[in-house]
C-alpha cells in the first residue's frame, strides 16, 4: 500500500493491524481528502482495487480493510445521527421520507440505526450498485 500510494504521489504513513484474518490499513498524510472522494467513494474504490491485487497474489483469501485517518468512524457516525434525525422527521410528519443514492455499506449503517425503532421501517430502493433508501412510518407498512 505504500508503494502505491508513493506511485500515486502521496506522502503518507500505513499502519496495519490485524484482527482474526482480516487486515486492516489506516492510512494518514498529505491530501487525505483526494484518496476519501466524494462520500468515500474513491476510499471504497482504492479498497476494492488493493484487494484485488493482493488476493490475487496470495493462496489463501485475505480480507483488507483501508481506512484513511479513522474516515469510516466519523461516516458512521454522521450517518447514524442522520438517520435518527431524519426518522423523527417520519415520525413527527407521519410520512414517509427518501434519501440517498448511497453505496451498500452506508445503506447498511442507516437500516441498523433505524432497526430498534418499534414505529419504523426502512427499504431500499433501485437497482445497482447506488440505491436509495425509504424511511416508513409503520402506520403506513401493510
Known amino acids: ?3 502505491l500510494l508513493e506511485v500515486m504521489g502521496m ?3 500505513v499502519e496495519a493491524s490485524e484482527r482474526g484474518e482480516d487486515l486492516y490499513l489506516n492510512i494518514t498524510g498529505d491530501r487525505e481528502g483526494v484518496l476519501i472522494g466524494k462520500h468515500g467513494r474513491t476510499l471504497d474504490s ?3 482495487l488493493f484487494n484485488r ?3 490475487k497474489q496470495l493462496k489463501e483469501g485475505v480480507k483488507i480493510y483501508i481506512d484513511v485517518n479513522g ?3 466519523k461516516r458512521t457516525d454522521s450517518l447514524t445521527k442522520m438517520a435518527d434525525r431524519l426518522g423523527e422527521k417520519v415520525k413527527r410528519d407521519g410520512k ?4 440517498g443514492p448511497l453505496n451498500s455499506h452506508d445503506r447498511r449503517i442507516i437500516h441498523l440505526a433505524l432497526k430498534e425503532d418499534p414505529t419504523l421501517d426502512t427499504e431500499s430502493l433501485g437497482e445497482g450498485e447506488m ?4 424511511i416508513i412510518p409503520k402506520s403506513q407498512t401493510p
Do not use: H
Not at 440505491?131 to 425509504?134: M, N, P
Open 53 to 55: 491485487m493482493v488476493n
Open 46 to 48: 482504492l479498497q476494492f
Open 1 to 3: 500500500m505504500e508503494r
Open 71 to 73: 474516515y469510516k468512524a
Open 131 to 134: 440505491k436509495r433508501i425509504r
Open 11 to 13: 506522502k503518507t504513513e
Open 96 to 99: 414517509s421520507l427518501t434519501i
